[in-house]
Nanobody, 111 residues
Framework: HVQLVESGGGLVQAGGSLRLSCAAS????????MGWYRRAPGKQRELVAG???????NYADSVKGRFTISRDNAKNTVYQQMNSVKPGDTAVYYC?????WGQGTQVSVST
């Protein structure tokens, strides 16, 4: 039974920082590609960042240089450090691996 549980969302002012966490269970975490996605109001869900088995990463152009994805295989957890956030980052953020999704965590950025 695969579970992905996100945490760390909330309200933050523009220019501030936030760290999201996603705790995984029921998978061999260390070999799985993990991803963060987001769905903004009125928009489709989009890939924000991904981290692969050997720790290579990829980012959406809109977050490059501001967001950092990382993983701790000992804790079966993937993180997303969000710096210099903008109102356009407001969305529900989801953790994903393979065909499994977390429930999402809301991030709201105020001006």
């Amino acid at each position: 039974h695969v579970q992905l549980v996100e945490s760390g969302g909330g309200l933050v002012q523009a220019g501030g920082s936030l760290r999201l966490s996603c705790a995984a269970s029921g998978i061999i975490f260390s070999i799985n590609t993990m991803g963060w996605y987001r769905r903004a109001p009125g928009k489709q869900r989009e890939l924000v960042a991904g981290i692969h088995r050997y720790v290579s990463t990829n980012y959406a152009d809109s977050v490059k240089g501001r967001f950092t994805i990382s993983r701790d295989n000992a804790k079966n957890t993937v993180y997303q450090q969000m710096n210099s956030v903008k109102p356009g980052d407001t969305a529900v953020y989801y953790c994903k691996t393979a065909v499994y999704w977390g429930q999402g965590t809301q991030v709201s950025v105020s001006t």
